[in-house]
């Protein structure tokens, strides 16, 4: 397993692309924080990695709030031992090609994006110095 012991957080994680990444990183080893808003998909993310043996921790919540967004690195760092890698998917529209959105939107998803991220981010720098980080996308 390639990300054996490695310590992972992934947003919006409860659908879609967040989804699929937070079940895989489990499925090669890492332990999971999955952050997303809805606490159904989180549940049922949690659930699906839990039942084949791996390790995840909900967080849910709205990454907006930036008090919500420092916690995550915190939370996931103290439930497993540290952060490797942080899997940034917040922001996307969802499933559309990019001529479908249209210029207001696609700012609006990209200032929201880069204000989340940056709350994160300035917790998780010290988190994963203490490490042998990995990654951040």
């Not at 696609?106 to 110095?129: C, D, N």
Request: hydrophobic share 45%.
């Amino acid at each position: 397993m390639r990300l054996e012991r490695k310590i992972g957080i992934v947003t919006a994680a409860a659908s879609g692309m967040g989804r699929a990444r937070a079940i895989r990183f489990a499925r090669e080893g890492a332990a999971v924080g999955v952050v997303d808003i809805d606490q159904a998909g989180v549940d049922a993310v949690v659930g699906e990695i839990t039942a084949a043996g791996g390790r995840a921790l909900g967080l849910v919540g709205d990454l907006r709030q930036d008090d919500f967004a420092r916690s995550i690195v915190r939370r996931t760092a103290n439930a497993f031992g540290g952060l490797d890698f942080v899997w940034n998917h917040v922001g996307h529209p969802g499933p559309a090609s990019i001529e479908g959105i249209v210029s207001a939107l696609g700012l609006h998803l990209l200032e929201h994006r880069q204000t989340m991220e940056w709350s994160y981010l300035r917790q998780q720098s010290p988190t994963m110095q203490r490490s042998e980080p990995m990654f951040t996308v």
